[in-house]
């Protein structure tokens, strides 16, 4: 079992739907990424959250730690919107909390 | 500020061939961490250097593969004797702290293909 779960491994929507992309781990962390990638494209950090909410724009991120879960929010979704969205989470561990463990990611396509 | 550059951003090399990889952080930054990601795959963690010292390469393979930081210039990743399981795609990314913070850099990624 991966230490990072995503789900849905793939999310379909309309243009102007508002999405939830969810993300659950196993492990303590010291914090919480998540990412964007575009097809081909490089890696974007949206957001790191070590706890609550934030909100840039259109994306929201949410995290419980003490459930071990955080969501990613897209409200009124765009077809530019359409990428990989992944989540990664860092180890609390002293030594080694530069590490990132990373989900497999969500394909997320919207359509016009 | 132009960001973490990767080159190149394709690479085809022939079964045996030497693959090199650079990655240039941002201005400023002295931390540099590789990660590949396997089709289909997650990311994952290869090596995290520091400016002429690698800090933790338990993510790198045992064999074939090298990481270096030099004083001057841009890490580099360098893979021996390429073989067609290392065909994917390899980012950099780099930050001013050891860890990645809310400033987390990332390049646009090599992608390797080995025929």
């Known amino acids: 079992k991966n230490e990072v779960e995503q789900s849905p491994q793939n999310l379909t929507a309309q243009e102007g739907e508002f999405i939830t992309i969810n993300c659950s781990y196993s492990?303590?962390?010291?914090?919480l990424h998540w990412l964007q990638q575009h097809p081909g494209g490089g890696i974007v950090s949206l957001f790191m959250?070590?706890?609550g909410k934030k909100k840039h724009g259109r994306l929201i991120a949410t995290i419980n730690i003490q459930e071990k879960h955080s969501s990613l929010h897209i409200t009124a979704s765009h077809p530019r919107d359409s990428a990989v969205y992944i989540c990664?989470?860092?180890?609390?561990?002293?030594?080694?909390?530069?590490?990132?463990?990373f989900g497999k990611g969500t394909l997320l396509t919207v359509n016009p | 500020n132009a960001g973490v550059m990767q080159n190149p951003r394709h690479l085809v090399r022939r079964r045996g061939q030497e693959a090199r990889l650079r990655c240039s952080p941002m201005?400023?930054?002295?931390?540099v961490y590789w990660y590949r990601q396997l089709p289909e795959e997650g990311l994952k963690f290869m090596v995290y250097?520091?400016?002429?010292?690698?800090?933790?390469e338990s993510g790198m393979p045992k064999e074939r593969f090298s990481a270096e930081f030099p004083k001057e210039g841009p890490s580099i990743l360098r893979i021996q004797q390429v073989v067609r399981g290392d065909s994917a795609a390899y980012f950099c990314?780099?930050?001013?702290?050891?860890?990645?913070?809310?400033?987390?850099?990332f390049g646009q990624g090599t992608r390797l293909t080995v025929v």
């Open positions: 990314a780099s930050s001013p702290r050891a860890r990645l913070g809310t400033e987390a850099f």
């Open positions: 492990v303590g962390i010291s914090a």
């Open positions: 959250l070590s706890s």
């Open positions: 990664a989470v860092r180890s609390k561990s002293g030594g080694s909390n530069y590490k990132l463990t």
């Open positions: 201005k400023g930054h002295s931390h």
């Open positions: 250097l520091q400016k002429e010292n690698i800090i933790d």
